[in-house]
Nanobody, 126 residues
Framework: QVQLVESGGGLVQAGGSLRLSCAAS????????MGWFRQAPGKEREFVAA????????YYGESVSGRFTISRDNAKNLVYLHMDSLKPEDTAVYYC???????????????????WGQGTQVTVSS
């Protein structure tokens, strides 16, 4: 069982940067693929980024590719989402998620993820 807690959200101006963190409990963290999703008011949950268990493979949603970077530190049970060149349309609640399945190594499908955090709000002002 993995429990996830996100932090680092807040208010930032367009063009700015923000780094989200996801702290995971449990000794099996390093075996999980991890992902970030987001949900804006009135919209469906959207895939943002994913990283495989070792941190050697990443996958990004089209709207954030080139601006966001996902990484992990298995020694500290942490996953990060570094967000650059933020836009007002990036405003959403951001969720961290964990997938215990070895295949696929990274996934944009929320149904592949069994464990979810409570979310952290990111607001980008224009």
């Amino acid at each position: 069982q993995v429990q996830l807690v996100e932090s680092g959200g807040g208010l930032v101006q367009a063009g700015g940067s923000l780094r989200l963190s996801c702290a995971a409990s449990g000794r099996t963290f390093s075996s999980y693929a991890m992902g970030w999703f987001r949900q804006a008011p009135g919209k469906e949950r959207e895939f943002v980024a994913a990283v495989n268990w070792s941190g050697t493979m990443t996958y990004y949603g089209e709207s954030v590719s080139g601006r966001f970077t996902i990484s992990r530190d298995n020694a500290k049970n942490l996953v990060y989402l570094h967000m650059d060149s933020l836009k007002p349309e990036d405003t959403a609640v951001y969720y961290c998620a964990a997938s215990p399945r070895p295949r696929p190594p990274v996934s944009n499908d929320e149904h592949e993820y069994d464990h979810w955090g409570q979310g952290t709000q990111v607001t980008v002002s224009s």
